[in-house]
C-alpha cells in the first residue's frame, strides 16, 4: 500500500493513540475490574447528566425521528439547533449573532480539524501553520495537521507557587515571534492542566489575531457556558477572528459527537461546506435533544446544580489526597488551573522519567498519561524537553477509591524510582 504525504502522517499511531489501545488491551477481559484506570478521557457518569439526556434522546425519538432521522439534513446544522443556539447565546451573553454565525459539527474536534485543514497548510502565503499558544494542550491537536511539521507549540511561562504547586503562563513574546501562522488554537480550560486563560490573555491572541488576519480557534469543551468544569471567570466574548467551540461531550454526551462554532460569517460559512464535503452533516438525533435542553434551561440547571458541584468536589478530594499521600521531601506540583477534568503533575527531579512512571506503574495495573504527549514534538525542543518528560496526567473521572489507591501506587512508585537513582542526583 503506497500512502500520500497527508496520508502517512495521519495513519501514523501517535504515542497517546498507542498508549490508550495499551490501555483497551488490558482491560478488555474480564480482570478489567482489577485494573486502576486513572488516564480515562471520558467524563464521569454524573447520574444528573445521564438523566437528562436519556430523557431528551428519547423524546427526541419519540416526536422528531421521523424529520431528523430518516432524511438528510443541512450541513450547516439542523434549524432547530442553529435557532437554539442563537437564541441562547442572545439571551445569555446578549450576542448579536443569527443563523449565519453558526455551524455544527460531529464533535469539537472534527470542527477544529476542519478549520486546521482550511486555514493552515500550503497556500498563496505560503505555508501556514497551527500554532497552539501555550502548551501543554489537547493531545488530540497534534493530529489536525495533515502534514509534517505543520504544527508548533509555544512554550509557557512556569511559575513555581509554594511548595507543591505551580502555574503555567502565557508567554506571548514567545507566541509573537511566529512569523507563519495559519491559524491559532487553545483550549480553555484546557486539557490537561484546568488551566484557563483570563481577560488579559485573550485580548492578547485576539489582537495577534487581528494583526495577522487569522483566525484564533477557541476550544471550550470544559467552560462556559456549559459544563463549565473548572471555575471560570472570563465568561465567552464576540471578536472578528474569534472562533468560539463547544461541545456536548463533557456535559455527559462523548458518545454522539455534538458540537457547534460560533464565529464571524466568512470563517462559519467556510467551515459549513467543509462538513458538506466531508461527512455530509453531525449526527441529528441529538442535535434535536441539545436543542431541546439548551432552550428549556435543563442544561443550564443540570450544570450548575449537578457537574460544576462534582468535578469541584473532585479535585478539592484529589488535591488533598496527593497532599497526604505525595513524599513531602520530593520536588512533586500540581498545576493550580482553574479546576478541570484532571490533574496535573510535575515532578521536578532528573532521575524523573514520564514514561518510566507510566511502564512501572502497568505493572501494578495502574494508568495513568505521560506528559510528553501533550507538547509538540517536545524531545526536538531544548525549551521543553526536560519539563515535558517530567509531568503526567490523572483523570478526575474515576471513582474516589480507584483515585485513592492509583495515587498511593503513584507515590510508592516516585519513592522506587527516587530510591534506584544514581546518589549524585537530587
Same mark, same amino acid.
Given at each position: *500500500?503506497?500512502?500520500?504525504?497527508?496520508?502517512?502522517? *495521519?495513519?501514523?499511531?501517535?504515542?497517546?493513540? /498507542?498508549?490508550?489501545?495499551?490501555?483497551?488491551?488490558?482491560?478488555?477481559?474480564?480482570?478489567?475490574?482489577? +485494573?486502576?484506570?486513572?488516564?480515562?478521557?471520558?467524563?464521569?457518569?454524573?447520574?444528573?447528566?445521564? #438523566?437528562?439526556?436519556?430523557?431528551?434522546?428519547?423524546?427526541?425519538?419519540?416526536?422528531?425521528?421521523?424529520?431528523?432521522? &430518516?432524511?438528510?439534513?443541512?450541513?450547516?446544522?439542523?434549524?432547530?439547533?442553529?435557532?437554539?443556539?442563537?437564541?441562547?447565546?442572545?439571551?445569555?451573553?446578549? +450576542?448579536?449573532?443569527?443563523p449565519e454565525n453558526v455551524v455544527v459539527g460531529p464533535g469539537s474536534q472534527m470542527l477544529c480539524f476542519a478549520a486546521a485543514a482550511l486555514?493552515?497548510? @500550503?497556500?498563496?502565503r505560503g505555508e501556514r501553520k497551527i500554532v497552539l499558544p501555550m502548551v501543554p494542550d489537547y493531545t488530540g491537536y497534534q493530529g489536525m &495537521?495533515?502534514?509534517?511539521?505543520?504544527?508548533?507549540?509555544?512554550?509557557?511561562?512556569?511559575?513555581?507557587?509554594?511548595?507543591?504547586?505551580?502555574?503555567?503562563?502565557?508567554?506571548?513574546?514567545?507566541?509573537?515571534?511566529?512569523?507563519?501562522?495559519?491559524?491559532?488554537?487553545?483550549?480553555?480550560?484546557?486539557?490537561?492542566?484546568?488551566?484557563?486563560?483570563? !481577560? $488579559?490573555?485573550?485580548?492578547?491572541? =485576539?489582537?495577534?489575531?487581528?494583526?495577522?488576519?487569522?483566525?484564533?480557534?477557541?476550544?471550550?469543551?470544559?467552560?462556559?457556558?456549559?459544563?463549565?468544569?473548572?471555575?471560570?471567570? =472570563?465568561?465567552?466574548?464576540?471578536?472578528?477572528?474569534?472562533?468560539? &467551540?463547544?461541545? $456536548?461531550?463533557?456535559?455527559?454526551? @462523548?458518545?454522539?459527537?455534538?458540537?457547534?462554532?460560533?464565529?464571524?460569517?466568512?470563517?462559519?460559512?467556510?467551515?459549513?461546506?467543509?462538513?458538506?464535503?466531508?461527512?455530509?452533516?453531525? @449526527?441529528?438525533?441529538?442535535?434535536?435533544?441539545?436543542? !431541546?435542553?439548551?432552550?428549556?434551561?435543563?442544561? #443550564? #440547571?443540570?450544570?450548575?446544580?449537578?457537574?460544576?458541584?462534582?468535578?469541584?468536589?473532585?479535585? !478539592?478530594?484529589?488535591?488533598?489526597?496527593?497532599?497526604?499521600? *505525595?513524599?513531602?521531601?520530593?520536588? +512533586?506540583?500540581?498545576?493550580?488551573?482553574?479546576?478541570?477534568?484532571? &490533574? +496535573?503533575?510535575?515532578?521536578?527531579?532528573?532521575?524523573?522519567?514520564?514514561?518510566?512512571?507510566? !511502564?512501572?506503574?502497568?505493572?501494578?495495573?495502574?494508568?495513568?498519561?505521560?506528559?510528553?504527549?501533550?507538547?509538540?514534538?517536545?524531545?526536538?525542543?531544548?525549551?521543553?524537553?526536560?519539563?515535558?518528560?517530567?509531568?503526567?496526567?490523572? /483523570?478526575?473521572?474515576?471513582?474516589?477509591?480507584?483515585?485513592?489507591?492509583?495515587?498511593?501506587?503513584?507515590?510508592?512508585?516516585?519513592?522506587?524510582?527516587?530510591?534506584?537513582?544514581?546518589?549524585?542526583?537530587?
Amino acid at each position: *500500500m503506497q500512502l500520500s504525504l497527508s496520508g502517512a502522517k *495521519m495513519a501514523g499511531v501517535s504515542g497517546l493513540r /498507542s498508549i490508550m489501545e495499551d490501555v483497551a488491551a488490558s482491560t478488555a477481559d474480564a480482570s478489567a475490574g482489577d +485494573w486502576l484506570n486513572l488516564s480515562v478521557g471520558n467524563p464521569a457518569s454524573v447520574p444528573e447528566a445521564s #438523566d437528562m439526556w436519556r430523557t431528551a434522546l428519547a423524546d427526541s425519538l419519540a416526536e422528531d425521528f421521523g424529520r431528523v432521522s &430518516c432524511r438528510y439534513g443541512p450541513s450547516r446544522g439542523s434549524r432547530f439547533l442553529i435557532e437554539a443556539v442563537v437564541e441562547y447565546f442572545r439571551r445569555a451573553y446578549g +450576542w448579536r449573532i443569527g443563523p449565519e454565525n453558526v455551524v455544527v459539527g460531529p464533535g469539537s474536534q472534527m470542527l477544529c480539524f476542519a478549520a486546521a485543514a482550511l486555514f493552515t497548510g @500550503p497556500g498563496a502565503r505560503g505555508e501556514r501553520k497551527i500554532v497552539l499558544p501555550m502548551v501543554p494542550d489537547y493531545t488530540g491537536y497534534q493530529g489536525m &495537521c495533515m502534514h509534517a511539521g505543520g504544527i508548533v507549540g509555544v512554550p509557557p511561562r512556569i511559575e513555581r507557587q509554594g511548595d507543591h504547586r505551580f502555574r503555567y503562563a502565557l508567554d506571548v513574546e514567545g507566541l509573537r515571534r511566529q512569523s507563519d501562522i495559519g491559524m491559532m488554537l487553545v483550549s480553555s480550560p484546557g486539557n490537561p492542566t484546568g488551566r484557563a486563560l483570563d !481577560r $488579559a490573555d485573550l485580548d492578547a491572541l =485576539t489582537t495577534l489575531a487581528a494583526e495577522r488576519d487569522v483566525p484564533l480557534l477557541l476550544d471550550q469543551a470544559y467552560g462556559s457556558p456549559f459544563p463549565r468544569i473548572a471555575e471560570v471567570r =472570563t465568561e465567552p466574548v464576540q471578536h472578528d477572528h474569534l472562533i468560539n &467551540c463547544f461541545s $456536548a461531550s463533557k456535559a455527559g454526551l @462523548p458518545g454522539e459527537r455534538v458540537g457547534f462554532a460560533i464565529g464571524s460569517p466568512e470563517y462559519v460559512d467556510a467551515l459549513a461546506s467543509f462538513m458538506s464535503n466531508s461527512v455530509l452533516h453531525a @449526527p441529528q438525533l441529538p442535535q434535536a435533544a441539545l436543542a !431541546r435542553i439548551m432552550r428549556d434551561g435543563r442544561l #443550564d #440547571d443540570v450544570t450548575r446544580e449537578a457537574i460544576v458541584p462534582y468535578y469541584r468536589e473532585k479535585k !478539592r478530594f484529589a488535591a488533598d489526597l496527593l497532599a497526604e499521600t *505525595m513524599p513531602a521531601d520530593m520536588d +512533586w506540583r500540581m498545576h493550580s488551573g482553574a479546576g478541570g477534568m484532571f &490533574c +496535573w503533575l510535575w515532578v521536578d527531579h532528573p532521575w524523573f522519567d514520564d514514561v518510566e512512571l507510566y !511502564r512501572r506503574l502497568k505493572e501494578r495495573r495502574v494508568f495513568v498519561v505521560p506528559g510528553r504527549h501533550f507538547f509538540v514534538d517536545p524531545l526536538s525542543s531544548p525549551a521543553v524537553a526536560g519539563h515535558a518528560t517530567r509531568c503526567f496526567r490523572i /483523570s478526575l473521572s474515576a471513582e474516589e477509591k480507584v483515585l485513592t489507591e492509583g495515587i498511593r501506587h503513584v507515590a510508592d512508585v516516585l519513592r522506587e524510582m527516587r530510591a534506584e537513582a544514581p546518589v549524585t542526583t537530587r
